[in-house]
C-alpha cells in the first residue's frame, strides 16, 4: 500500500480556494487516489477520486500530475462548513486479484476562518 | 440514498463486559470494514469482510472478533472489554467491483469502557 503525506493543518479565510497537496511517490500503476471529508464525530465521506489528469465533481477537483507521484485536492470558495479533516489514500481495493488493508493516516485538518 | 447505519451512537460499558456493535448496509456491498478512531492515530482497520461468513484481520484485531452472519450485517464483538477499547469505532462497506477506495461509512459509535 503507497504510503502518502499530506500537511497536517491548513488554514484559510472563507472564500478563498484551497489546495490540499499530499505525496504518494511509491504509488503502483493499479492504485487510484482517494480523498475524503470528515467532520468531528461523524465517519468520513468520500469526495472524490482519480486515477490521472484531472477530476471535478461538485464537491471539489483533484489534480493528478503525469508521473502521479503526487495530487492536489481544490476546494473552491470554501465556507466555514468545509472546516474538517481531509484524508488522501493510495490503493485499489479492487486490484491485484485481492484486497489491500486500508490505512487513513491521520489526514490534514482545514480550518476556515471567517 | 445509500446508508450505513450502527446499532448506537454512544455506549457506556464496564471493563470485563461483552459488548456487540451491529453494523448494517443497506446497498448488497460484498465488503464490510471495521476502524477504530482515537485522537492522533487517525483511523485503524480493525477487521474487514468481503464475503459472508468470511473476515480477515486488519491491523488492530487484538482483543476483537467480528461476525458476519448476512451479507448486510458486520458484527464487532469485545470478548471482555478494557479501558484501552475506549474509542471511537466506525463501519464501513464497499462494493467488490469498485476501484480505488471509495467506501460508505457509518455515523460511528462512541464506546466508552470505565
Known amino acids: 500500500l503507497a504510503k502518502t503525506t499530506q500537511p497536517i493543518s491548513m488554514d484559510s479565510y472563507e472564500g478563498q480556494e484551497v489546495n490540499i497537496t499530499c505525496s504518494h511517490n511509491n504509488i503502483a500503476t493499479n492504485d487510484y487516489i482517494t480523498w475524503y471529508q470528515q467532520f468531528p464525530s461523524q465517519g468520513p465521506r468520500f469526495i472524490i477520486q482519480g486515477y490521472k489528469t484531472k477530476v471535478t465533481n461538485e464537491v471539489a477537483s483533484l489534480f493528478i500530475p503525469a508521473d502521479r507521484k503526487s495530487s492536489t485536492l481544490s476546494l473552491p470558495r470554501v465556507s466555514l462548513s468545509d472546516t474538517a479533516v481531509y484524508y488522501c489514500l493510495v490503493g485499489d481495493l479492487a486490484g491485484s486479484g485481492g484486497y489491500q488493508k486500508v490505512t487513513f493516516g491521520t489526514g490534514t485538518k482545514l480550518q476556515v476562518i471567517p | 440514498d445509500v446508508k450505513v447505519t450502527q446499532s448506537s451512537r454512544y455506549l457506556v460499558k464496564r471493563t470485563g463486559e461483552k459488548v456487540f456493535l451491529e453494523c448494517v448496509q443497506d446497498m448488497d456491498h460484498e465488503n464490510m470494514f471495521w476502524y477504530r478512531q482515537d485522537p492522533g492515530l487517525g483511523l485503524r482497520l480493525i477487521y474487514f469482510?468481503?464475503?459472508?461468513?468470511?473476515?480477515e484481520k486488519g491491523d488492530i484485531p487484538e482483543g476483537y472478533s467480528v461476525s458476519r452472519e448476512k451479507k448486510e450485517r458486520f458484527s464487532l464483538i469485545l470478548e471482555s472489554a478494557s479501558t484501552n477499547q475506549t474509542s471511537m469505532y466506525l463501519c464501513?462497506?464497499?462494493?467488490?467491483?469498485?476501484?480505488?477506495?471509495?467506501?460508505?461509512f457509518g455515523p460511528g459509535t462512541r464506546l466508552t469502557v470505565l
Open positions: 464501513a462497506s464497499s462494493s467488490s467491483g469498485t476501484r480505488g477506495y471509495e467506501q460508505f
Open positions: 469482510s468481503y464475503d459472508v461468513k468470511m473476515k
